[in-house]
């Protein structure tokens, strides 16, 4: 059951990715139309996925690589929906929507959990943690991929190649405001999912703090993105340097989450999580 | 009946020749009312830029017709008919049709997909109409023609980019900043093109402009036509924190705005993006500028580039637009091909319908006493029975009149139903 509603989002969201990279070619304004459409079938599959398994499993769905992929990738499209109401910037999802089905590829190929899950995960507090912290970084992602919209199209500018790229992205204005306005919302996601897990390992574990390797890389992010906000709200930086800023910042987000996961070890580590639910 | 088009264009004839004809105001209300003397001209449009003369008329006699209008854009000219009838071309039916869509969505003018021209043909239109020149197939024609240059508009890129200097910098300025609104200008020097660069950033809203100028005089004489403020030559130092957009155009031999000054200023801009626009030779501004953060310098030479490069896409879309065109060409001709088919497909009604009352006429004694409504349900009756019996051959008709084989169609029936020798009399 809940496997077909996934390889349905799959498809939908692989299918608008396509449509999306046409639209980005050919400059029809229906085949935008269509992509959007799929993507939002697409998104509502995805939906009813993550609800499914968060009834089936009685935690949020991110306890292995797979579903933490793939719960990403929902907040990516999340997060792109919405802003898609504010901005009304066709070209966005041409990005966007391509990154998101990306990740959801990787997760399909990654084998799914058997077994239930440790009674501690139950918690309400485990949702909010890892609910804000998703959604954080699907603002994060969309910031990311403004800022590389935003650096290449400065280059076209600077370099004075105006030919099909530039015309077809949008002003450096737009992309700096959607970089700066999605980490501007983005960052308080971070700290909130941040504060609620330290709460939620002081019920659970008994202490808010262990220097797992995975608080500790989630600080370091923390403490980036905060001086990237200074910087910008403060010193004034706009444009090329906050732009490769975000883009640093996002490399290290994405460690945090992949590496620290994987390799690094620590309560957070996807093995230690599935190992627990055995 | 046939449409024909005489006219010159930017190509056919040399200034020298177009500028007889354009320069004198009235003359295409002379053209329409000599038009509308002339015996064999049916309908008739007249139209005369600075660009083209173009004469568009419906007529049963085309050589007779193309005599007359040539003498006519001699009169009108003051010049003998020798002396430019090298100049003219001639189109007639489809040529005719396809000549003035092409006109109309701008694929044959000097500068491909300017929009001016759609405004002038629907204001010599409007006059046509407004003088009772034009008829029914011109009527068509030009409604036509204005529904291509729409079709073209939007559905191909010619009109999109910008092929002017100035347009070009308020583009690439747009490509920085979105929105105009609230930017600040400086002007340096006070030439034309800057004049006509800070007039099109007006356009667009932005919220003050400063001139600045070696000579104060003009500074300030220029600052008064743009209603800006005029700030002295020192003061550019200062100025540039407050910019947004610089337009640089003066005469001097040696940089007005250095790698250096650029340089000091962005810490106090909180790095706001700076696009300056250097439209003089030798160059105002040191090219190692562009090399700052966020800020952006575009020269003469860099915005030529520019727009070569849309002519370039303009010419990629003309091919598209051309294509549009021949579409509605075929859609044109076959409402013209349907249009014969109606003299023959309304005699045929008259007759039916003098038979009718003829007919009626002389049974109507032996029916005795009728109550007026009676009285209308024969007449329906017998109306819609011979409507009936001629349905077929009329849609019929309708039909081949897309076809090769109409004008046998035509004389067929023509002869069947004996409408030549029929005068409405019988």
Known sequence: MAFLWFNLALFFELFASGGFIVYLIKQEKWVFRCSYWILIVGFICHTIFLGYRYYYLGAAPVLNFRSALSFFSWSIICVYLVFQLKFRLMVLGSFIAPFAAFLMTISSAMPSMQGPVKFMFKSLWLTVHVGTIFIGNGLFSVAFLAAIMYLVQEHQIKHKRLGAIYSRLPSLATMDAINYYSIFCGFPFLTVGMITGSIYAQCVLGTYWQWDPKEVWSLITWLFYAALLHERLAVGWQGRKAAIMSIVCFCILIFTFVGASLWLGGYHSFKSLEAQAF | ?426
């Open chain 2, 1 to 426: 009946m046939k449409i024909i088009s005489i006219g010159m264009n930017h190509e056919t004839a040399p200034v020298e020749l177009r500028e007889c004809i354009a320069t004198e105001p009235g003359n295409t209300a002379r053209a329409l009312a000599s038009m509308r003397d002339v015996e064999c001209i049916r309908e008739g449009f007249f139209l005369s830029t600075c660009n083209r003369v173009e004469a568009l008329v419906a007529t049963e006699n085309a050589a007779e017709a193309k005599r007359s209008m040539t003498s006519l854009i001699s009169v009108l000219g003051d010049i003998p008919q020798e002396g430019f009838s090298s100049c003219l071309y001639t189109f007639e039916d489809t040529d005719a049709v396809r000549h003035i869509f092409r006109v109309a969505s701008s694929l044959d003018s000097m500068v491909v997909g300017e929009p001016q021209i759609l405004g002038q043909i629907k204001g010599a239109y409007a006059q046509a109409a407004r003088e009772k020149v034009s008829g029914v197939i011109l009527n068509r024609l030009m409604h036509r023609a204005f529904h291509v240059a729409k079709r073209v508009r939007t559905g191909t890129g010619i009109c999109e980019s910008a092929v002017s200097i100035s347009f070009a910098a308020v583009e690439l300025a747009k490509k920085i900043f979105h929105i105009l609104e609230g930017k600040n200008v400086l002007l340096i020097g006070a030439g034309e093109m800057a004049e006509l660069a800070a007039r099109h950033l007006m356009v667009q809203g932005v919220s003050s402009m400063a001139v600045a100028n070696r000579t104060f005089d003009r500074a300030v004489k220029m600052a008064e036509l743009l209603k800006a403020r005029a700030v002295s030559f020192e003061e550019i130092g200062s100025q540039l924190l407050e910019a947004d957009i610089v337009v640089t155009s003066t005469a001097s031999a040696e940089y007005i705005i250095t790698y250096d000054q650029v340089k000091s200023s962005l810490r106090r801009r909180r790095r706001r993006p700076l696009f300056i626009i250097d439209i003089a030779v030798p160059r105002d501004v040191q090219p190692e500028v562009n090399n700052l953060e966020n800020v952006y310098v575009y020269n003469i030479d860099d915005l030529k580039g520019v727009i070569e490069l849309n002519m370039a896409n303009r010419q990629q879309e003309a091919v598209k637009a051309e294509r549009i065109v021949e579409e509605e060409v075929l859609k044109f001709e076959k409402w013209l091909k349907t249009l014969a088919v109606v003299p023959t497909i309304s005699s045929l009604r008259d007759k039916a319908k003098s038979i009718v009352q003829s007919e009626l006429k002389k049974s109507r004694s032996a029916m005795g006493e009728l109550t007026s409504a009676q009285e209308e349900a024969i007449q329906t009756l017998t109306l819609s029975i011979a409507e009936k019996v001629l349905n077929d051959p009329i849609l019929c008709l309708k039909r081949k009149s897309a076809g090769g084989a109409l004008n046998t169609y035509l004389d067929v029936t023509r002869k069947l139903f004996n409408l030549d020798r029929y005068n409405g009399d019988t």
